[in-house]
């Protein structure tokens, strides 16, 4: 084997993992395409001693702190696919070269696939956003959208409402039950059944949503719970299972982060429907603590 583990994502779950098998003094492997979900945020919030501070300032601090360990490498690239092996793995990546490893640790992340409404895409991660506890706050209490997506989308507009006044935009989709909607009005949450023509506002500022009847709903930001999809499918390949979750499609592991095939554990966005940083960091911990242990006592993963 030319690693004892290799970590295909180097965000924060997939940097997390590989800090551990390296403080183990495992030789560890990291490949990173470098596009981390969270890149279009100016700013992480409620990250222990870290809020406030950008995610891509995060990451190059704690790369360089795993790059002083003598056991960990870094490939740049994109991990194509992956088999398992007599002896654990390979790994095909998009830069012609092919790695094996005892064990495999699947942190890739995922990606959002955002409605095509003009002025929205500009904005995601500043004033369109997915999550109030990371970035409800700097709202201020002021004006907020909820964009229907989903069923869930109804639950979001009600958590939101603890940030400011709420208007719940259904966007043309028939999702308003009389259950959801004695649930929205319980909350004091406007219900605007017109479609999104576009978002208005200066620069990645969010001034208005501008409905297609030529109205403008005056909204400071926008939350969304939008559809995602897996980076890499090399979980698929590998046959790990996968299951369905109120957030989308998840790899399924146990308390360990082991996933349904042995040697192969799944950290961060890709294994659990809550995505936070805090999660996904305490996510890639727990899988390089129990891959580490696989490779000491290797009945844990029989």
Not at 276 to 295: F, I, K, P
Request: aromatic share 6%.
């Amino acid at each position: 084997m030319n690693y004892d583990a290799i970590v295909i994502g180097g965000s924060f779950a997939g940097l997390s993992a590989a800090t551990y098998i390296a403080r183990a003094r495992r030789k560890v492997l990291v490949i990173d395409a470098g596009s981390p979900r969270n890149r279009f945020s100016p700013a992480a919030h409620g990250f222990l001693g870290q809020d406030g501070v950008a995610p891509a300032d995060i990451l190059a601090t704690a790369r360089a702190q795993l790059s002083a360990y003598p056991t960990v490498e870094f490939l740049a690239g994109k991990a194509l696919s992956a088999q398992k092996t007599a002896d654990g793995f390979s790994v095909e990546t998009d830069t012609g070269r092919a790695v094996e490893s005892a064990k495999l640790v699947i942190t890739s992340g995922r990606s959002d696939i955002l409605p095509d409404i003009p002025g929205l895409k500009d904005r995601w991660g500043h004033s369109v956003l997915h999550c109030p506890y990371c970035h409800g706050y700097e709202i201020g209490a002021g004006q907020i959208g909820v964009l229907a997506s989903q069923p869930m989308s109804v639950h979001q507009a009600e958590l939101a409402s603890d940030w400011g006044p709420v208007t719940f935009f259904t966007n043309g989709l028939d999702i308003l039950t009389d259950d959801n909607r004695s649930l929205l009005a319980a909350r004091n949450i406007a219900i605007e059944t017109t479609p999104v023509a576009a978002l208005e506002g200066t620069g990645t500022a969010l001034s208005g949503l501008r409905l297609k009847d030529g109205r403008i709903r005056d909204i400071r930001a926008l939350f969304i719970g939008a559809e995602t999809r897996f980076n890499s499918e090399v979980a698929e390949q590998l046959g790990c299972a996968i299951e369905d979750s109120p957030m989308g499609r998840i790899i399924t592991t146990d308390d360990r982060r082991q996933t349904t095939i042995p040697g192969v554990y799944a950290a961060g966005d890709v294994a659990r429907p809550q995505h936070t940083v805090s999660l996904a960091v305490a996510d890639g911990m727990m899988a390089g603590v129990s891959l580490h242990q696989s490779l000491v006592f290797p009945a844990m993963v029989a």
